[in-house]
């Protein structure tokens, strides 16, 4: 009698749970659909009517949970992580219950008010064996890793001296007044919180996660009638002579620039936080770069490096965290502190800026 062979068995997703309806859950919701390892399981919101809503809306499939509550997402024992889009000035609050609940967090970013706030999020995780990852998506995208491979050449780039990033879009009257991240009580970081954050990053991103020794606020900051920031710049300095610079603004067209130059190269992009077309994205380097004879050109010119992704960074995003939970869950993977290390090196950032900016410019001590 011929005996079956044993069928593969199908790899148990990382379930879900996501607090809240924010606009941004419906992007990382749809990430989680389109992630091999992951499933959306359960969504709360402080309504069963919105969270319901919510879901019908941006298709989430026929068996995920609806609550009313964001304590009910919690107290699930099939929710294995949650997605947290709530305003930042919730995050301490809902993040460290979560980790109470031995649930792994994707945070949204910013990920605190400050970084002590932050410090009791990590300690939460910390205590209960979580994997805590910050929701900054370019980091997840191939073309990140390639953009590293050039900076890393010592031959094509030499050795980084400065960086400038730009993240602006043109917030319209509704969104100036109304949202979330125009209002004190709930994302007082205004535009450095949430355009800043990104450019902070990939200048950390650029050193090699190296801290500058000071950062000093530039002038012309812009606070709304609620004293929160709508535009806003800085200038960050390393012990070695590295300078970065960077703007943020709700007032000034979209604009994702960023420049890194070295002793014998130049990056450049346009697009460093959302890609232009979602499957690739481009960078442009120089090397040795120099004029034409008559000085009415470049020579060489600039090349432009095209890479693909089967996937949007968002959704690598999900697939990386849940491959880093489901490493934890089965005992075959330890937590990976980098993660939580990077986000609170990004929040030291941006609470120096924000007091640099508190006095007047004048430059705070990192080291």
Known sequence: ???????????????????????????????????????????????????????????????AKIYGSYDAVLDDPNVDAVYVPLPTSLHIKWAVAAAEKKKHILLEKPVALNVG?????????????????????????????KMKEFLSDTEKFGHLRSIHATFTFAADQDFLENDIRVKPDLDAL????????????????????????????????????AGVIISCGAALHWEDGKVATFHCSFLANLTMTVTASGTKGSLHLNDFVIPFEEKQGSFTTATDSGFTELVTGWAPLP?????????????????????????????????????????????????????????????????
Not at 117 to 145: I, Y
Not at 198 to 218: E, G, H, M, Q
Request: proline share 6%; charged share 20%.
């Open 303 to 367: 090349s432009q490096h095209t890479v693909m992704t089967d996937l949007p960074q968002e959704a690598r995003m999900v697939t990386e965290f849940s491959r880093l939970v489901k490493g934890v869950k089965n005992g075959d993977g330890a937590v990976e502190k980098m993660w939580p290390t990077i986000s609170r090196k990004t929040q030291l950032v941006l609470d120096a800026v924000k007091t640099s900016v508190e006095k007047g410019g004048e430059a705070v001590s990192l080291s």
């Open 1 to 63: 009698m011929a005996q079956t062979q044993p069928q593969p068995q199908t790899p148990t997703p990382i379930r879900f749970g996501i607090l809240g309806c924010a606009d941004i859950a419906r992007k990382v919701s749809r990430a989680i659909s389109l992630s091999p390892n992951a499933i959306i399981y359960a969504i709360g919101s402080r309504s069963f009517e919105k969270a319901a809503k919510f879901a019908a809306s941006n298709n989430f499939p026929d068996s």
């Open 117 to 145: 706030e932050f410090d009791k999020v990590v300690e939460a995780c910390e205590l209960n064996g979580l994997q805590l990852m910050d929701s900054t998506m370019w980091m997840h995208n191939p073309r990140t890793a």
């Open 190 to 225: 205004g535009a450095l919180g949430d355009a800043g954050w990104y450019c902070v990053r990939f200048i950390l991103w650029a050193n090699d996660f190296n801290l500058p020794k000071s950062v000093t606020a530039l002038p012309g900051t812009i606070f709304n009638k």
